[in-house]
């Protein structure tokens, strides 16, 4: 079983859908969750960084940790074209420890 | 200015061979890694080294070898290369080891 689940997709949206990305994990030692996005022959960038339990929104983006269901989401409202990317989860039991990373998620957001 | 660069960003090679990659890093960060993603776009570290000293060592056959010569950069070196090294591998960086990393854009080899 990998540590980090989360569902390859792909997934395939109209543009302006709220977007719901998921990932599962079960190491409950884990304290910091992030959201990477790449975009396609690119290297991953940081999208969103929380903490334990909570949600954290920037602009059209907002992340969710449930430490109790090992459970986080990014939602992503209002998607447009230019969030069409592979979506990946990431979490580590420090904040200098190694990163586990999820599978990703295939975004495509039509016109 | 690149952030994190690596070179080359496209390798094709025949089994048996043995190539290197390079990669640099001008945020001043202390902390570098080689990640390896396979086709399925799965993510998984390689090594990791702060200030030129090796600190994660995954399971990673020992044709593998990383130096550090110095903290902005980090190579790998791999030797008899076979089919199943195919994958695109990245070099990030991050300052003391924190979460946010910054990826190069990948070297994608492929072992014919």
């Known amino acids: 079983q990998k540590e980090v689940e989360q569902d390859p997709g792909p997934l395939s949206v109209p543009e302006g859908a709220i977007v719901s990305l998921n990932c599962t994990y079960s190491?409950?030692?884990?304290?910091?969750f992030m959201w990477y996005r790449q975009y396609s022959r690119k290297g991953p960038e940081l999208l969103m960084y929380?903490?334990?339990?909570g949600n954290k929104e920037d602009g059209r983006f907002t992340a969710q940790v449930d430490k109790s269901s090992k459970y986080i989401s990014l939602f992503i409202r209002d998607s447009q074209p230019s969030d069409s990317a592979t979506y990946l989860c990431a979490m580590s039991e420090t904040s200098g420890s190694r990163l586990t990373f999820g599978e990703g998620t295939q975004l495509t957001v039509n016109p | 200015d690149t952030a994190v660069s690596q070179t080359p960003k496209y390798l094709v090679t025949q089994m048996g061979n043995d190539k290197s990659i390079k990669c640099e890093q001008n945020?001043?960060?202390?902390?570098m890694y080689w990640y390896k993603q396979d086709s399925k776009k799965f993510l998984k570290i390689m090594f990791s080294y702060n200030n030129k000293e090796l600190i994660i060592n995954e399971t990673v056959p020992n044709r593998f070898s990383p130096k550090s010569p110095d903290k902005a950069h980090l190579n790998l070196h791999i030797n008899s290369l076979e089919l199943g090294d195919s994958a695109v591998y990245f070099c990030?960086?991050?300052?003391?080891?924190?979460?946010?990393?910054?990826f190069g854009e990948g070297s994608r080899l492929t072992v014919l």
């Open positions: 929380t903490y334990s339990s």
């Open positions: 190491n409950s030692a884990f304290q910091y």
């Open positions: 945020l001043g960060h202390d902390t």
């Open positions: 990030a960086s991050s300052q003391g080891g924190t979460g946010e990393l910054f």
